[in-house]
């Protein structure tokens, strides 16, 4: 594995003032990374909570550590990736040079981490592990427009990746707020079995609450049993949100490696 | 390893005598390992014991009554625990659980480096639905500050930054000692760890961005 013994990580989450659930993957991510020791220092920070965006300026003052990547834990590149996070971190492209000669790594979201689609293969699995496949439906769940951001592009780029693997009989994206919303999976899907996995970075009450009650289960079977829901003459199997697996602290520190294999490679001519 | 400075500062802190740090209460046992409480819980011996430093975040998740804290440094941490830990680089993550980013910031300001930000250019930053914000005016903003950050019920830090870039006061109905990195916040007149306010955090926005949307509707003629 690697090590980084002088540069610090620092996670940036969305956190949330009324959801308690919204923060602790990105807390637990960060407390596993750091178990590993393979980064000087490893922070988190947040849009809605504390610390702040602004605090974080302030982390990793140590004349010890001469660089920090800045790893964004959010499903896709948009406001926040794009706008708010560069705005309050104050960087400046992709290496921020700050005046006492630290450098700030801007990595990409995870997201956009190139096994994304493994991990919800993965989730799907689990969350059914003795169904068939090819007799099932896939449905992935994403948040859909209001959202100023491109979770739905980035969940439909996903779909189309996993169909193309031809393994799940259907694979199709639904949503919480634009069609083909949850609530249609009856009319979207004709397999006796249903996968469900959310592409959200934490569970909360979109998890918990929003989509269960969208589907017509009851929310604490997935917690309690883990048996499929029997609705309709289906089994839904409802996983939790793609943003718990324990795999995503992989997926962070593997941004800073992307980050830094990207920069190295030979710049193009443009 | 892991916050090297920020580990000395809190050895120094500790020697120091500075073991209050919002309402916690730390004592250094003979072993050097640390016990944490809350500060009006150092009486009682009937504890939930917790050991792991992550169990900090858990602790400071909910208030008493169960309910969720978005802002950590309110005055509402819960009861009833206590957080064995074992050395200076957990007490050093616990409390950064307890209370984000505060080590750092009193820190930063120790070696004079701690830059505020007033509130005007805070709010004229923002985007998206919290650009309404910035058009609060200075007596709303005056009194919403006393009210939300107030140490009695609002929040535990003291506040550096100021209203604007004139050097406004940031609120005229606080009292001093709320500026004052000296003074105990709780009122308990203790040598403490300061929870400083370097620049409004995002509730305090969120609340001004409350008020002036409150405002378009109740005064349309504004
Ligand atoms: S602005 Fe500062 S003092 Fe006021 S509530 Fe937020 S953190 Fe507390």
Redesign the pocket.
């Known amino acids: 594995m690697i090590s980084r013994s002088n540069s610090a990580l620092l996670i940036v989450g969305h956190g949330s003032t009324v959801n308690p659930d919204s923060s602790a993957p990105t807390l637990k991510h960060a407390a596993e990374i750091r178990r590993r020791e393979i980064f000087a220092d490893v922070a988190c920070c947040f849009w809605k909570e504390e610390p702040s965006l602004r605090d974080a300026l302030l982390f990793f003052r140590d004349g010890t550590i001469p660089e920090v990547y800045v790893v964004p834990n959010f499903i896709s590149e948009g406001y926040f990736t794009r706008t708010v996070i560069p705005r309050e971190l104050e960087l400046t492209g992709p290496e921020t040079h700050r005046s006492s000669g630290q450098i700030w790594k801007y990595c990409e979201p995870v997201g956009n981490h190139r096994g994304m689609t493994e991990l919800l293969l993965r989730r799907a699995h689990d969350v059914a592990p003795e169904i068939s496949e090819a007799e099932t439906s896939l449905l992935i769940v994403g948040h859909g427009t209001s959202l100023n951001d491109n979770s739905a592009a980035a969940a439909k780029h996903q779909v189309e990746k996993i169909r193309a693997l031809n393994r799940y009989g259907t694979v199709l994206n639904v949503y919480l707020e634009e069609p083909p919303l949850v609530s249609d999976w009856l009319k979207l899907t004709e397999t006796r079995n249903v996968v469900i996995v959310p592409f959200f970075i934490s569970d909360g009450l979109h998890s918990d609450e929003d989509i269960p009650a969208m589907l017509g289960i009851d929310a604490a079977d997935r917690r309690s049993t883990g048996a499929p829901s029997q609705l309709h003459g289906r089994s839904l199997f409802y996983s939790t949100a793609i943003g718990t697996d324990p795999k995503f602290a992989d997926v962070i520190i593997e941004q800073t490696e992307t980050f830094r294999a990207q920069r190295l490679e030979p710049q193009s001519a443009s | 390893m892991n916050g090297l400075a920020q580990k000395i500062a809190l050895a120094k802190w500790m020697v120091a005598g500075l073991r209050r740090i919002g309402q916690i209460s730390i004592t250094v046992r003979k072993d050097g390992a640390f016990s944490l409480t809350h500060r009006e819980d150092t009486a009682r011996d009937d504890f939930t014991a917790y050991s792991a430093v992550e169990d900090a975040a858990e602790i400071a998740r909910f208030d008493d009554a169960g309910k969720y804290r978005p802002?950590k440094?309110a005055p509402n941490l819960r009861h009833g625990w206590q957080l064995m830990i074992g050395d200076l680089s957990g007490l050093r993550l616990a409390l950064d659980l307890f209370y984000p980013g505060r080590l750092a910031a009193f820190l930063a300001e120790e070696n004079g480096l701690l830059e505020t930000t007033p509130l005007r250019e805070s709010l004229e930053r923002q985007s998206g639905m919290y650009r309404a914000a910035a058009k609060i005016r200075d007596e709303e903003a005056d009194k919403l500050?006393g009210n939300?950050?107030r140490s009695d019920g609002?929040?535990l830090?003291t506040?550096l930054w100021k209203r604007d870039g004139e050097g406004a006061i940031a609120s005229t109905q606080l009292p001093p000692e709320k500026f004052d990195p000296q003074h105990d916040q709780t009122g308990l007149a203790e040598a403490v760890v300061p929870l400083l306010?370097q620049e409004?955090?995002n509730?305090?926005v969120a609340e001004a961005r409350k008020m002036v949307k409150s405002e378009g509707v109740a005064s349309p003629a504004e």
Request: with cysteine; proline share 0%.
């Open positions: 802002l440094t500050v939300f950050c609002g929040c830090r506040i306010c409004a955090c509730l305090l």
